[in-house]
C-alpha cells in the first residue's frame, strides 16, 4: 500500500467542547492520524484520538508534541491499548526532567486514574525522542518549538512527500525562521492559529500564534499547503468559519482528510 493520508482527529485547544456551535469543526482535542503504508501515526493523543478505530494490521505509533493534557487526555480510552498483546510505540521528549513515561504516569494512574498503562492488554514501549529517525519507511524529524516547556514540532515523509506539525507554537523571528527552513517544501503545513491578531497582543508568551503568522511561515517555507489548527476552545462554527474567510486558507474539521 503507497498511500499516505492524514485526518483530522480533533483540533480543538486548551479543552473539549460540545454543543450545536461547534458541530462543524469540532470540539475534541488535538489528534491527527497519519496512515503511511502499513504504518498508523498519531500525532498526539488528545480526545479526538478516541474516535480512531486502528487498522487491524496496521503498526501503531503515538508522537507527542508535549504533555500538556489537551494533547494527552485521550490516551487512556484509545482502544487499541485495550487489543492484547497489540505493540503500540509512544515517542516524546523530556520535559521538566521527566522521561515520558514518567509523565504519562502522572496522570495516567492512581488517584487519577485506576490503572497505569502497563496495565492495559496492549504491549506499550516508551522512547526517548531522537532528532531523526524512521518508522518503517516514514522519516521523522523534529525541531523544538517555541512555547511554555517546549513542544515538539514533527515533519513526516513518505514517498517524497512530506506533512509538517506545528502546533502549540508562538512565532517570533527566530523561531518561525526555523520553522520555515523545517518545513521547506512541504506539502501539507498544520499551524497553529489558536488567537486573533487582536487576540494575541493580550495572550503575547502564551505559546500559539495566528493565521496571518502561519501564511507568513508557509509563504517564506514553499509550502504547497497550510491548514490551521488548535482551534480556541470557545470559537464557534460562525466565528471559525470567518476566520477562514479571511485567512485564505482552511481550518481544520474533525473528519477532514487529506490525501498526499
Not at 17 to 30: P, R
Not at 94 to 113: H, M, Q, T
Request: aromatic share 10%; charged share 25%.
Amino acid at each position: 500500500m503507497d498511500n499516505f493520508k492524514l485526518t483530522v482527529l480533533g483540533t480543538r485547544g486548551s479543552v473539549p467542547v460540545e454543543g450545536k456551535n461547534f458541530s462543524i469543526y469540532g470540539g475534541a482535542t488535538s489528534s491527527y492520524k497519519v496512515q503511511a503504508g502499513d504504518e498508523e501515526i498519531y500525532l498526539d493523543a488528545g480526545s479526538g484520538i478516541v474516535s480512531s478505530l486502528p487498522e487491524k494490521n496496521s503498526n501503531i505509533t503515538i508522537l507527542l508534541t508535549h504533555m500538556h493534557l489537551d494533547h494527552l487526555v485521550g490516551l487512556p480510552f484509545f482502544v487499541a491499548l485495550t487489543q492484547k498483546d497489540r505493540p503500540i510505540e509512544i515517542f516524546a521528549a523530556e520535559r521538566v526532567g521527566l522521561s515520558p513515561k514518567a509523565a504519562i504516569d502522572k496522570i495516567i494512574s492512581n488517584p487519577f486514574w485506576p490503572c497505569k498503562i502497563e496495565d492495559y492488554p496492549a504491549k506499550v514501549s516508551f522512547h526517548l525522542l531522537p532528532k531523526k529517525f524512521s518508522i518503517g519507511q516514514v522519516e521523522v524529524d523534529t525541531l523544538e518549538g517555541s512555547h511554555p516547556k517546549g513542544s515538539t514540532l514533527y515533519r513526516l515523509t513518505y514517498n517524497g512527500k512530506s506533512i509538517v506539525h506545528a502546533t502549540d507554537f508562538e512565532h517570533n523571528r527566530e523561531a518561525c525562521a526555523a520553522l520555515a527552513a523545517f518545513a521547506k517544501d512541504c506539502d501539507l503545513l498544520l499551524y497553529d492559529a489558536q488567537y486573533t491578531a487582536e487576540e494575541y497582543a493580550r495572550y503575547k508568551g502564551y505559546g500559539h500564534s495566528t493565521a496571518e503568522e502561519g501564511i507568513k511561515v508557509a509563504e517564506r517555507a514553499g509550502a504547497k499547503k497550510i491548514i490551521f489548527v488548535h482551534h480556541a476552545p470557545l470559537r464557534t462554527d460562525d466565528e471559525l468559519a470567518e476566520m477562514e474567510r479571511k485567512a485564505g486558507a482552511p481550518f481544520a474539521k474533525a473528519g477532514d482528510e487529506y490525501f498526499l
